[in-house]
């Protein structure tokens, strides 16, 4: 918490991370004054763009869902058009914990020079992007 009581995260680090077998993208942890999130990126490395996708899923996290891989079949489909960024939750199902897992996620999106960041929810993350895209500024 900050000195006036408010919540707030911030990115120390990035670095490498293994995502789980059979997930493409590339892995990296966002290591945060809060611990680490796991996430996923999917990019054309060899063009820039400056609009992203945050992909959020259900109140488990994880990498896989929803439909059976829909978000990682979108991400791999539009990586040249696009940058995505799928996230794994700290808390699972933890409403505060989870939109400050997302507002880490657009905060390292800016930092990379993205400027029209899209938050994309599935279920409990539709709450969490509905709670994280106001704060998001």
């Known amino acids: 918490m ?3 009581g408010e919540l707030s995260i911030h990115i120390e680090d990035v670095a490498p991370w293994k995502p789980p077998d059979g997930q493409p993208g590339r892995g990296m942890l966002l290591r945060t004054n809060r611990g680490d999130i796991q996430a996923v990126i999917h990019n054309d490395e060899g063009g820039v763009t400056s609009r992203a996708v945050i992909w959020v899923y259900g109140a488990r996290g994880g990498f896989v869902g929803p439909g ?14 696009f940058t995505s960024l799928r996230l794994d939750y700290r808390f699972p199902n933890d409403i505060p914990e989870c939109v400050m897992d997302t507002l880490a996620g657009v905060s390292f999106l800016k930092a990379t020079d993205h400027s029209e960041i899209v938050l ?4 409990f993350g539709g709450a969490v992007v509905i709670s ?5 500024d």
């Open 2 to 4: 900050t000195p006036d």
């Open 68 to 81: 059976n891989g829909l978000y990682t079949e979108l991400a791999e489909e539009m990586k040249s058009q």
């Open 132 to 136: 994280a895209a106001p704060l998001s």
């Open 120 to 123: 994309v929810g599935h279920s």
